[in-house]
């Protein structure tokens, strides 16, 4: 030990972290009394040699004699091989430290992606990553199994990207494992994490007694003269700090190579992935090299997921969890923190929209949702738009952005070929409802697209292999269709599954006939409802599918007399009463008003609502909702509201007749009797006089059957509605024709189709 250094024995650390907690101070705020930097203050606690003048204050504040906690002088250097001194390489590493601080914070500490249009730092913005300790596409489950790890609440929106492991914060698992492979979605924030680990290291936040060296495999990978790892970190390192200052070069390696060889390295190697093939073996071989020569060092590597076959025997593998709810939030938080739009804002219309929210798992795309957002403080009305624009960013821009060429598996395989291809798996899996699907299933989906390839190679045997390589291309590079466990696979997101299906039609068989018709087969099916969104939105002209939609929903109740008879009398009713609103408007009222009288009146109006927003009181409409009410509540309150409410005379003099025959409530047991004698034919009369005089309130009787057909009919024409008033293309003409034609009863819409 220097005579002017000390240093503080185990004891005495104890005893220090102690005087800590009893005077309320932590070590950034001893050494701002102190007015020192925290990196003195650090060594203090860690049995560091420090300034024997700081060592005697920071007793002194901490009212400790320093000649108690002292440790004992060191014993004599000894002569190493290499017959020269060995230095004290806690200083060594603190020196190195201090000089590729700087470098370190400007090449860790922002980051920059997609469209932003400058820098935003990294601890301004960074989300705690929480690792999964079993590879998620390595269990060894059936998709029975699969299937029930998912939400029933609500099958056809379960959450693939809901994870049931356990989760562990990602700085706790890089403090367990040594060396540490990080595996993970494109995306999903390894580089961004490293990063992280870096600038915490530096400011000696975690790690603090190493050195963290970051290293992009790419660029190593690519280096001139091809050097091995340990040269290129040396070459780098005083690269980049001979940049920000004189420095002894020689003397600078001879530090770096120190602390690698006493193990005090924070080895971050980022991107394996990225390395190109030809380059593969070489740094492969490197890495492994360099973790057996220095073993002792803590090492952390990222690489996507399926991009490598290659194991490394003595790291151990994770993989990033996708964000959870709580990550989602913190996210935003920090994105919109300072900004006009705010947080709460994004969050909540993003857990209105769980088509989107699913997207939000991963931090890419959460970034492209936030980018978005912040141009309107809204998402787009025409959401297959921004699902393209995802779909984008993981085809091509998140590679192209950072300059990564990846090698083509299959020669022509493009851009708009894989998502050709991803279209025709997903309208295959989702017909059947096959969320989840066996490679095997998939190898052969793309086997029958790219035999029919120019120049494809036609034997069994290599389309074989071409398939298993064009579906390990797709996961890797691109994360569009993932490994949920062992040999079975999904889209990474639902939505993403649904996007392709309606591109299948749309895109690719460009909305034929027999295209159309095959999608509207599905018009009652729930889970098909966001298919028919996105495909709406995505045709360049709607007018040919919103038709075929329309004319299916018609001929579903064509054949049905009752129905037709009760679709005749809304036509009838409607046309009676005066009102400023469109016909079709008041048709779904009346329509509402009769099969869901007992619900409340927003369910009544909700699909008059989604036909004119804004639909203000009108005397006859509000006197039919409350007229149709006491025919099943038949509440004295109810009569004497109506009667203050009724023009019409003869009406009013009728219910008046009805409300005397009320019993008198003070009587308990005479009102018992009546209601249990005579309720039923009073209400009978009190519908004969609301049928005669308002003519509301008809008791169809309709059948179970005709009671689904009809909920089925309300719930099409619904979703027909909002695929107008979403930000879809379709002609004035068609949009008109919709509208006039709505719950109208098949004869007169065939008589109006034969007079146009």
Known sequence: MSGRSLSCSPEGIQKAKKALIRYSLTQKALAEELEVTRQPIGKFFTGKPVDRNLFVQICDRLDLEWEEIVAEPASEPEVNQDNRIDVDIDAIVQEVREKIKPIIQQRCGTMRVLDMTQPIGLNDIYTSVNILEKITGRQRLGIDELLQQCTSEDFDRFGLGRITQKRVPGLEAVEKYPKLMILGKPGAGKTTFLKYLAIQCIENEFQGNCVPLFVTLKDFAEALNKPGLLEYISESAVNHVSATGNILETQFIA??????????????????????????????????????????????????????????????????????????????????????????????????????QELAISPLLLTLLCLAFQESGDFPANRSELYKEGIDTLLKKWDAKRGIQRDQVYKNLSVQRKEDLLSKIALATFELGDYFFKQKIAEQYITEYIRNLPGANTHEEALQFDSEQVLHSIEHHHGLVVARAKGIYSFSHLTFHEYFTAREFVVVRQSSEEALQNLVSHMTEKRWREVFLLAVGMSPNADRLLLCIKKKIDASLADEEKLQQFLMWVRDKSISVEVSYKLATVRAFYFSLSFFRAFSFSRVVSLSRTLEVSLPLNFDLDLDFELCRPVNLSLDLNLSQLLSRTLNSELKYSLQQLQEQLPDGKDWKKSQKWWLDDMQAWREELRAVIIKHRNVGHDWQFSERQKELLNQYHNANLLLISFLNSDCYVSREVRQQIEDTLLLPIAEIKQRQQQS
């Open 255 to 356: 530090s770096i190579q120190d602390v690698i060889t006493h193990g005090k390295v924070l080895l971050l190697l980022d991107g394996l992935d990225e390395v190109r093939g030809e380059d593969n073996s070489r740094i492969l071989k490197e890495i492994r090299d360099f973790s057996d020569r220095f073993p002792n060092n803590h090492f952390v590597m990222t690489c996507r997921i399926a991009a490598r076959e290659y194991t490394f025997e003595k790291f151990t593998e994770v993989e990033v969890a996708d964000f959870d709810d709580e990550q989602i939030a913190n996210f935003a938080n920090n994105w919109f923190k300072n900004k006009v739009i705010k947080s709460e804002t994004f969050i909540k219309l993003l857990k209105d929209n769980n088509r989107i």
